[in-house]
């Protein structure tokens, strides 16, 4: 491991909006840096601003307005964090009523670590390792302490680190021991002699210059600075007359506001469930939100972080001195004599310059429409439908349960708005969270018709307990999770997506392990229905498909069960007229099958469509199985498609001939290269002549397959193109009767 150069840096979100009194006097109050915090004249007053308005987001920014008043010409002051200035910066947005104007904004800036560090001459980074910094000390004059025989003082001239024999077990990584790394300074001392010490620790190197000394000192001021000074201060020149409002607002990073529900279902079966959300809000911005209209919005607008309070640099080109080489004598050509003068009139005519059109893009903002969105009033209240504001009840009455519409809601508590493809709770209650505190705020209680059933698919082994919920009001429930209370204790969980208002969704929550369902397939048909036969050979096949199944529910329960059974749907099917599914969806069709109690019934599921083959007839692929199988069902076709049979057939018999010429002439290839080395080991022997007369039988037999193969080859090409001339005019059309 290489040491390195640690710091702690401690950041605290902190977000501070004040407002200091000024009186109209130019001399009230005076400005001396317009980097540094305005302050107030001795006598002033100071007031805050307070955040009136908090917005939050699903994509974690939310947004702030503060609300204060104003006296003539004042300064507001807000405090941020470097991070939390990037989006101020982006987003800040001040209006000041009754004729006041913003004379200004300013904030303190900072210059980059690594551009105030490039002004010291030690040249090393804002995370340097020991090694680097004792090639930032080479040269240098320094006191070594702690070596063997004594101190040293001398110039350091090198760093250089050495491996030493294998690691022990603790230092080895992955299993593989790693060579132990040890460094090693070699220091030229005040006599001249030479030393090389080992960099332990328990050595200590002092610089002796003062001025290195102090680079040293700057470099780490620097660090711990460029740590501390995450504080950024903004102020705000308010130039009017008299008493006026002050908006200030902006966007910030924050967690993301949690949605979470609970559905109770009453003893009484006929009546609706109770649905009552929750928002999950945490405040850590720094702030306290005191009285604040809190609004929460099921969105996520797009937004990014910009550097925008970090000065930039750019990086310039360095382009090299030009340097005067040494001449050595050189000559030169004589000038050109000049020339007769033109007559006149013959000059040719200069062309004038050509003016470059600027492109010139407009562009023009997207506005959207905002729509109120109320809902029915509810009777022990829910959502708030208008802007009226009524106090929060302290508590339910005694007796009421799990099963009692709670208190918490009342009409006029929240109101919902829709834009875009967003929708927002606002709370009509002021809401107060201190920083760094979270709360929960009730967003909605809504009473509606959820069905209790059991929910089966092929997907999932095993059936899980459901809710069917239908949202009979005009809210959106957003995203979250939800907890299921039935028959007054906890019953299960699970997750819910976006119901829009007229939606109905199935939740389930738990598994059921008294439903048990089978699959039971009866019949599967597949007819041809169409033949299309065009463009040179593109077959076009429609079949007429239909299945039937039996999906058969056993209920071992003490009370009758609702199945919803879940069936993909098929593309290009749709379900016969024997079959009605509840509810269809764009991938499923779902069928409700009441079973009694230790009991079974089962639901059919036939559908029925059309199904599609396009394939290509080849005229050098043997495809006559399968235009067999065509003729056979379609024999209307026989007369069009048996010569295109037959052309295949013949074709595939010619390429099977041709295979068995290529294997014999492999064959008879062998036989002569064997013949030939007989010939040539018996060379001279009276026995070579019965190889010869082999050589001369196989040789004529080889000429004779290579001549037939070339007459099948010329033969194939023939029928192969026959065919191809035959498919190029070959039109069907055929449909079968009554279909």
Aim: net charge negative.
């Amino acid at each position: 491991m290489r040491p390195h150069l640690a710091l702690l840096c401690f950041a605290v979100p902190y977000c501070l909006v004040s407002l200091h009194a000024q009186t109209s006097q130019p001399t009230a109050v005076k400005r001396t840096d317009s980097k540094a915090p305005v302050a107030a004249s001795a006598g002033a007053t100071v007031q805050q601003l307070p955040v009136r308005q908090v917005i939050l987001y699903k994509n974690g920014v939310g947004y702030f307005e503060h609300l204060g008043q104003v006296n003539g010409n004042q300064h507001v002051a807000i405090d941020f964090t470097s991070s939390q200035l990037n989006d101020v910066l982006q987003s800040l947005t001040v209006l000041d009523d009754n004729g006041g104007r913003i004379g200004g904004v300013n904030y303190n800036s900072t210059t980059p670590l690594a551009q105030q560090l490039q002004s010291l001459s030690l040249a090393m980074r804002d995370d340097p390792t020991s090694m680097e910094l004792f090639q930032a000390l080479r040269g240098q004059r320094v006191e070594v302490t702690g070596a063997p025989g004594g101190p040293v003082t001398g110039r350091l001239m090198s760093i250089e680190g050495r491996g030493s024999g294998p690691a022990t077990s603790d230092e080895a990584t992955n299993g593989i021991k790693q060579p132990l790394q040890r460094f090693w300074l070699t220091v030229v001392a005040t006599s001249g002699a030479v030393r090389v010490i080992e960099l332990s620790p328990t050595l200590s190197v002092r610089p002796l210059d003062a001025s290195l000394q102090g680079q040293l000192d700057r470099y780490l001021e620097l660090l711990s600075s460029n740590h501390s000074t995450g504080l950024r201060h903004l102020t705000l020149d308010a130039v009017g007359q008299g008493q006026r409002q002050l908006h200030v607002s902006y966007i910030s990073e924050v967690p993301v506001w949690k949605s979470t529900y609970r559905l109770v279902f009453p003893r009484d079966s006929r009546e609706n469930a109770i649905l009552q959300g929750w928002a999950v809000v945490d405040n850590t911005i720094g702030s306290d939100w005191d009285n604040v209209q809190l609004s929460l919005v099921a969105g996520a607008p797009q937004s990014f972080i910009q550097p925008l309070s970090q000065p930039l640099y750019l990086r310039r080109p360095e382009v090299p001195i030009s340097t005067t080489a040494q001449t050595t004598p050189q000559t030169h050509e004589a000038a050109d004599m000049p020339e007769p003068a033109p007559p006149a009139g013959s000059y040719g005519r200069l062309s004038a310059p050509t003016k470059i059109p600027q492109k010139v893009v407009s562009s023009s903002a997207n506005v959207s429409q905002t729509v109120s969105v109320s809902a029915d009033v509810l009777d022990q209240g829910t959502l708030a439908r208008s802007n009226s504001s009524v106090g929060v009840p302290g508590g339910m009455g005694a007796g009421y349960g799990v099963y009692a519409s709670t208190a918490a809601i009342q009409q006029g508590d929240v109101t919902t708005a829709k834009f875009d493809d967003f929708f927002q709770y606002s709370i009509a209650q002021p809401v107060t969270i201190h920083k760094n505190e979270s709360a929960m705020v009730p967003i909605l209680q809504e009473q509606l018709p959820a069905e209790r059933v059991t929910i089966w698919s092929r997907s999932e082994a095993t059936p899980f307990r459901a809710v069917w919920l239908e949202n009979t009001s005009k809210l959106t429930f957003d995203r979250g999770s939800f907890s299921i209370f039935e028959g007054g204790v906890f019953a299960g969980q699970g997750l819910l997506d976006p119901i829009h208002p007229g939606e109905k969704r199935l939740l389930s929550y738990a598994a059921d392990q008294a439903i048990h369902v089978r699959e039971h397939p009866e019949e599967s048909k597949r007819e041809l229905r169409k033949i299309h036969l065009a463009n040179g050979g593109i077959l076009s096949l429609t079949y007429g498909t239909s299945s039937r199944n039996t999906y058969i529910a056993s209920n071992s329960a003490e009370e009758v069960r609702t199945v919803v059974i879940e069936v993909p749907r098929q593309a290009n099917r749709d379900l016969s007229p024997e079959t009605k599914a509840a509810e269809t969806t764009p991938g499923l069709y779902r069928f409700k099958l009441p079973v009694p109690p230790h009991q079974s019934a089962s639901v059919l599921v036939a559908d029925e469509g059309p199904d599609y083959e396009t394939w290509v007839i080849q005229p050098e692929s043997d495809q006559s199985f399968t235009l067999d199988r065509l003729v056979n069902e379609a024999p209307a076709t026989a007369e069009k498609l048996n010569p295109v049979v037959a052309a295949q057939k013949a074709i595939s018999e010619m390429n099977a001939q041709l295979h068995e010429l290529s294997l014999k002439a492999n064959t008879l290839n062998a036989d002569e290269a064997r013949a030939r080395e007989n010939l040539t080991a018996l060379k001279g022997n009276e026995g070579a002549r019965r190889f010869v007369d082999q050589l001369n039988r196989t040789e004529d037999a080889i000429e004779a397959n290579r001549q037939q193969t070339a007459a099948l080859t010329e033969k194939k090409k023939a029928a192969v193109e026959s065919l191809r001339q035959l498919l190029a005019t070959l039109q069907i059309d055929w449909t079968a009767t009554g279909k």
